[in-house]
């Protein structure tokens, strides 16, 4: 018969005829299909309810949102039906899907702390009674062992003679037939997994009856009359379907769009790659297990600070940005100048001092390098710049050599001046500047709020030991020597930044751990230096983790252990109590697994500087949180018993006193914090530090 005579008879156009595509067909699968052999719907399921390894949604370009955030506050119950295509194009899959379906539901569980009832139904290609659909009638279970039951029915049946499916049937039967609840507070979803489209709406075969049954309208009508939100996984199918797959996807992708999109839900179209790397990526780390903290609120929040208050008095903290002392038209941020280096150095002191917090390098070259490809002057780059940071005061200026010495200019600006507020001069030698900058701050005789609160930091005590510290630390070193720890510390800050690309922070932190290894190998090595190697080697762990790089973590975090050693063995060296509290509480806890001494030890930093907000007592508060929660192999050791009501404590300190710190976005995204509602969203925390320990 010739072909137009089967166009004529079947009533299809070319589009038609592509769209049903006969499986079994020897098809010809490009290079780079056969190259990508590992199955994605696995991957996506793997992280989509994961507080911690869930794809970052605007790093995701196309993708349309963060599945958690479809979860309702205040539901009383989630019911979801996984309406899997079981045919042979999703052999690949299938099993992936099985295995990943109770980590699905247990994710899904903890992250909306609520009853979650399941329903597993597939689909193949006929109308018969008894097709497509396999397991509707089991209706929805909350009981584990039943729902893998239903988990266990997932097996591969024929989809042919046709590439398109009858997921349209599947899908309104699915919706008509189980027992959705009534509740209109509940939660109700259906989870579509397919690679297929349904077929087009000409088509109709009477002897295998494929056809279509219902427009892609009336199943959205149906699922809107039901409260159901519908949600789509698009697969690509196994290599000997290929050329259907890409012959249809675009059909695919508008029906499960259309149908996710018009109910309020969401889709993962895998068939992108960027979406696939992004997915894959996230499901290469490790899973952490959980600890159960508890809710926290905006209440929570407050009261922790008018306890505060009452018992410290005005806890009012001054935010600086410091930019690298570099004219305004030559600005650079290559850790190599000198001027980078210096506003490194200002940085890392000013941010050790009571009641001041630093704005972080990276977020101001960020601002600064959109703020110069904009339409503001020059002359009012310092105020848009303070605006943007939300800084009370920036720090800009100019550093020049004269031979030995140093000479620093700075300028001091606010928000609302057009003109610096203050200027500040000094100089010296590399390793006496420091001292003498601060020295000189109290002697503009300053006036404005910020500048008297900065004035009052630098007379601190702890303000007169680093004074101390710099020559201690930078005397010991050449001229080459002390360029390069300084530029090791703007390369180590810039890496603490998690919103960054793991690679190029990795790249960074290489590069700091190659400037500080031969200083380390010195036998005249000071502490300062192995506390840099260590901090740079623990971020470099936690970096390589969230890569799923498990076997270099693991490594990076043995030669972490093995430097913090060598600063606690020369801690004494340094005039700097604060520091020699840290990396004794960080030896105790992560060399010698004494956790009542690591607890004693961080809760004398939180008590010392709790009063002035110490840049320390955050950390120690982090480090707190995570030893109550059982993390580090607490929750294993013999002489510790660990206490969520203390972990939620310190995270509710890192939330009232640090709001804009890297700690409290952390806590913010695993607990699924609402600003609307001004709460968690889940009562659990992740214990990252299990991933990293290692045996020494």
């Not at 137009?4 to 005829?17: D, S």
């Not at 010991?476 to 690309?501: F, R, Y």
């Not at 510790?640 to 640090?658: G, N, S, V, Y």
């Not at 709001?659 to 914090?673: D, G, L, N, T």
Request: hydrophobic share 40%; proline share 5%; glycine share 6%.
């Amino acid at each position: 018969m010739r072909h137009t005579e089967l166009l004529r008879r079947f009533g299809l156009t070319l589009a038609g005829l592509l769209c049903c595509v006969l499986i079994g067909n020897t098809l010809t699968v490009s290079s780079l299909f056969a190259q990508d052999p590992q199955p994605t719907a696995a991957s996506a399921l793997d992280s989509i309810f994961n507080v911690r390894t869930a794809p970052d949604a605007k790093s995701m370009g196309i993708f349309q949102g963060s599945f958690l955030d479809a979860i309702r506050p205040e539901t009383p119950s989630i019911q979801i039906a996984f309406l899997v295509d079981t045919t042979e194009s999703m052999a690949r899959e299938l099993p992936g899907i099985r295995a990943k379906v109770p980590q699905v539901i247990a994710d899904l569980k903890r992250a909306s702390g609520t009853k979650v009832e399941v329903a597993i139904v597939s689909f193949a290609d006929s109308g018969k009674s008894n097709k497509p659909l396999v397991g509707v009638s089991n209706g929805f279970s909350g009981d584990d062992a039943a729902v893998q039951k239903m988990i266990d029915s997932l097996q591969p049946q024929s989809g042919k003679p046709y590439f398109p499916e009858a997921v349209d049937l599947a899908v309104f039967k699915t919706i008509q037939e189980l027992p959705w609840s009534e509740d209109e507070k509940a939660t109700k979803w259906l989870m579509l997994i397919t690679d297929a489209p349904p077929y087009d709406t000409s088509f109709d075969e009477p002897k295998t009856q494929s056809r279509r049954w219902y427009e892609t309208d009336a199943l959205v009508n149906v699922a809107n009359q039901r409260g159901i939100n519908i949600h789509g996984l698009l697969c690509e199918s196994r290599p000997e379907e290929h050329e259907a797959f890409e012959a249809t996807v675009d059909k695919t992708r508008n029906f499960m769009g259309q149908l996710t999109s018009r109910t309020g839900g969401l889709m993962l179209d895998l068939s992108f790659s960027q979406i696939k790397e992004k997915v894959a990526s996230a499901a290469k780390r490790p899973r952490a297990d959980f600890a159960f903290v508890g809710a926290i609120t905006d209440d929570d929040i407050n009261q922790a600070k008018q306890e505060a208050q009452k018992q410290f008095g005005d806890l009012t903290s001054v935010r600086v940005a410091i930019l690298p002392h570099v004219p305004w038209n030559a600005m650079t941020f290559y850790h190599e100048d000198p001027g980078v280096r210096f506003a490194s150095q200002l940085r890392y002191t000013l941010g050790r001092l009571p009641g001041i917090k630093t704005i972080s390098s990276r977020q101001i070259e960020s601002e600064f390098l959109r703020l110069k490809s904009g339409p503001v002057d020059q002359s009012q780059w310092p105020q848009a710049l303070c605006l943007r940071l939300r800084a009370d005061i920036l720090i800009v200026g100019d550093l020049r050599a004269n031979r030995d010495l140093q000479d620093v200019q700075s300028q001091v600006y606010t928000a609302n001046s057009a003109k610096p507020i203050a200027a500040i001069s000094a100089s010296g030698s590399e390793d006496i500047l420091m001292a003498s900058y601060l020295k000189a701050i109290p002697e503009t005789r300053p006036t404005m709020g910020p500048m008297v609160l900065l004035a009052k930091a630098v007379s601190s005590e702890q303000a007169s030991d680093l004074r101390e510290f710099w020559p201690g630390i930078l005397g010991t070193l050449n001229s080459k020597e002390q360029g390069e720890l300084l530029s090791a510390m703007d390369l180590i800050e810039k890496s603490v930044d998690v919103s960054v690309d793991p690679s190029l922070r990795v790249k960074d932190l290489d590069w700091a751990i190659g400037l500080l290894k031969p200083m380390a190998a010195n036998p005249e090595a000071n502490a300062f230096t192995y506390a840099l190697l260590a901090s740079a080697n623990y971020n470099l762990a936690k970096t390589r983790e969230e890569q799923g790089l498990a076997a270099d973590a693991k490594s990076d975090m043995q030669d972490a252990i093995g430097y913090l050693t060598k600063a606690f063995d020369g801690r004494r060296q340094l005039n700097d109590r604060l520091l020699q509290a840290e990396i004794e509480a960080d030896h105790a806890l992560l060399v010698r697994k004494d956790f009542p001494a690591a607890v004693r030890r961080y809760q004398s930093i939180t008590e010392f500087s709790e009063a002035s907000l110490l840049k320390m007592a955050l950390r120690a508060h982090w480090m707190l949180a995570g030893v109550q929660c059982g993390d580090w192999g607490a929750s294993e050791a013999t002489d510790f018993t660990p206490d969520t009501k203390l972990a939620r404590q310190h995270l509710i300190h890192i939330l009232a006193f640090w709001p804009e710190s890297e700690e409290a976005h952390v806590i913010q995204k695993y607990m699924r914090w609402d600003s609307g509602d001004g709460k968690t969203g889940t009562p659990y925390f992740p214990k990252e530090g299990d991933l990293l320990l290692t045996a020494n």
